[in-house]
C-alpha cells in the first residue's frame, strides 16, 4: 500500500509490527471502533506466524497458565492471559473458520495444518474493519511530542514521519534475523529509559564441543524420549542428538532454563528402571550381551555409542556390581555441560526484553511514557515450546487494544 503522510487525527494508534501481538490488537481495537495503522519491515504481515510449527501454527496450548511462563515477575503475566484466555483463543479462530485439532501436550494446530489461515483471519478482519497495514514500512524512530508521538519511518523508499497519540511496540524480539528481526523494540524502551533485562535465545538447541564431541557425532541422528532437567525444572519428551550437540521439543524446553555454565541431566530411560529391566533379562538370557539388551530399548546405533562408556561387549550374567552402577548412572543420569547454543538465528523466542517492573499489568501501557505500550516478545514473558509463546501475543495484543 502506498503511504502518505498521516495527520494526528487519522489513527487512533500506531502499531509497529505486524506479527501476533500487533494485528490481533488492530483486529480488537477494530472490534471497539478505534481506528489503527500497523507498520510492519517485512513484505508480507504475520511471518513468524508462517513459518511455526513447521508452517502448520501451533496457536495456543490448551493448558496455558501462568506456570509456563518465565519472567523476572512470575505474576506478571497473569492479568492479560485471564483477560484473554485460550478458550477466548479457540473461540475467536472458530468464529473466522479455524478449528483446532490438538496434537501433543495440548498443542493445538488448525485442522488444516496452515499456518497461512491464521495470517488470513487478520489480513481479512484488517480490511473489513478499516484497520490499515503499510508493509515494507521500516522504522526508525520513535519521540514524544506534546500532542503524542512521531514516528519516522522509510516507507518505499521515502523517510516519512508520522504522528499518533498512542503508539503500540509490538515488533518482536531478536531471533530470525534473516526474517526481518532486530533490536528496535529494546532500542527504543531504552531511548525511553526503560529497564531491559538480560536478554538471549530461547527455546534453543544447545551444543558441544571439546572431547565428547565425536560422541554425539557419533549419535547424530537419533531421537530418544528423556526426562530432561536441572535444578529448577525438568520435561520429559523427545531429544534429538546431532553432530553439533542436542536438539529436539525436551532441550528447547530445558533451554530456555539454562545458563552458560551450567549442567542438565538426562534420563534415557524415564519410564524404566534399568537396573530392573536387566535382572529380568538376566534369569532368561544371562548370555545376551549387554549390546544387544541395550539395541532392544533403543536403535542399534545409539546402543553401539554407547560402547565407549559402558562395557557393552559383557554378557549379562558376567555384569558385576561397579558395572550396574555405571549403567544405571549413566542411563538415569546422563550428566551434560553444553558450550552454548545455536544462537538468535535458531532460537523460537527471545528469553528476556523490557522489564514488566516498566509496564501496568492490567493495560501494558509504560507507566512513566502515557501512551506508550509494549506486548508480545518485547517484553519480559517468555513461554514454553507448544503454544504458550502465541497466548501471550494473543493476551497481551487483546489487552493493549482494551486501553487504546
Not at 483463543?89 to 495444518?113: A, C, D, H, R
Not at 516519512?160 to 526481518?180: H, Y
Not at 529509559?193 to 558441544?208: E, Q, S, W
Not at 559383557?314 to 538415569?332: C, F, Q, R, V, W
Amino acid at each position: 500500500m502506498t503511504a502518505n503522510l498521516a495527520k494526528q487525527t487519522d489513527f487512533d494508534a500506531i502499531i509497529i509490527g505486524g506479527g501476533a501481538c500487533g494485528l490481533m490488537c488492530a483486529v480488537q481495537a477494530g472490534f471497539l471502533g478505534k481506528r489503527t495503522l500497523v507498520l510492519e519491515k517485512n513484505s508480507q504481515v504475520g511471518a513468524k506466524i508462517l513459518i511455526s510449527g513447521g508452517g502448520r501454527c501451533n496457536y495456543t496450548n490448551l493448558y496455558a497458565s501462568p506456570q509456563q511462563f518465565i519472567s523476572a515477575n512470575e505474576h506478571f503475566c497473569k492479568s492479560a492471559l485471564a483477560q484473554w484466555t485460550v478458550d477466548d483463543t479457540i473461540s475467536f479462530f472458530e468464529t473466522y473458520g479455524i478449528k483446532g485439532q490438538e496434537k501433543t501436550l495440548g498443542q493445538l494446530f488448525p485442522v488444516s495444518n496452515k499456518a497461512k489461515d491464521v495470517v488470513s483471519v487478520f489480513i481479512n478482519l484488517c480490511a473489513d474493519l478499516g484497520q490499515e497495514i503499510w508493509c515494507g514500512a521500516d522504522v526508525k524512530d520513535v519521540e514524544k511530542t506534546g500532542e503524542g508521538f512521531t514516528i519516522t519511518a522509510e516507507i518505499d523508499g521515502r523517510i516519512q514521519r508520522l504522528t499518533s497519540e498512542k503508539v503500540v511496540i509490538a515488533s518482536g524480539g531478536l531471533p530470525i534475523p534473516k526474517m526481518g528481526a532486530t533490536d528496535f523494540g529494546l532500542r527504543i524502551a531504552r531511548k525511553f529509559g526503560l529497564k531491559i533485562n538480560d536478554t538471549a535465545p530461547a527455546l534453543v538447541p544447545l551444543t558441544i564441543t571439546g572431547k565428547d564431541q565425536p560422541w554425539y557425532e557419533q549419535l547424530s541422528g537419533n531421537t530418544v524420549f528423556c526426562r530432561v532437567w536441572n535444578e529448577r525444572i525438568s520435561f520429559e519428551e523427545n531429544i534429538l542428538f546431532t553432530h553439533w550437540g542436542l536438539s529436539g521439543p525436551a532441550i528447547l524446553q530445558i533451554s530456555s532454563y539454562w545458563k552458560p555454565g551450567e549442567y542438565i541431566y538426562i534420563d534415557l530411560l524415564p519410564k524404566q528402571n534399568i537396573a530392573d529391566l536387566v535382572q529380568q533379562e538376566r534369569e532368561v538370557n544371562g548370555k545376551k550381551t549387554l549390546l544387544n539388551f541395550l539395541a532392544g530399548l533403543y536403535p542399534r546405533k545409539f546402543a553401539e555409542a554407547l560402547a565407549g562408556y559402558l562395557p557393552v561387549d559383557k554378557n549379562l550374567a558376567s555384569l558385576s556390581k561397579p558395572d550396574m552402577e555405571k549403567i544405571t548412572g549413566l542411563i538415569h543420569e546422563f550428566k551434560v555441560k553444553p558450550a552454548g547454543d545455536k544462537g538468535y538465528d535458531k532460537a523460537e523466542v527471545m528469553r528476556g526484553g523490557v522489564s514488566t517492573d516498566e509496564l501496568s499489568s492490567k493495560t501494558l501501557e509504560v507507566k512513566k511514557v502515557p501512551g506508550l505500550f509494549y506486548g508480545g516478545e518485547c517484553v519480559d514473558v517468555t513461554g514454553w515450546l507448544g503454544g504458550y509463546n502465541f497466548q501471550w501475543a494473543w493476551a497481551s495484543g487483546f489487552v493493549i487494544a482494551q486501553n487504546l
